[in-house]
């Protein structure tokens, strides 16, 4: 497993120093179902607005 996650979306609430994504845990889904070509058919649904 990944030691360090990395996110460049700085209005999540997970989103830390240095592009590190601090969630416990991370879901990524397909975006045209449940498998994806390339990385432009995925999503985070982790993302939670920071506020």
């Known amino acids: 497993m990944a030691r360090d996650v990395l996110c ?3 209005s ?6 240095g592009n590190k994504c601090i969630a416990d845990t991370i879901y990524v889904i397909g975006t045209e179902g449940e498998k994806a070509s390339d990385v432009d058919e995925t999503g985070c649904k982790t993302f939670e607005l920071r506020g």
């Open 8 to 10: 460049n979306v700085e």
């Open 12 to 17: 999540c609430k997970y989103w830390d120093e």
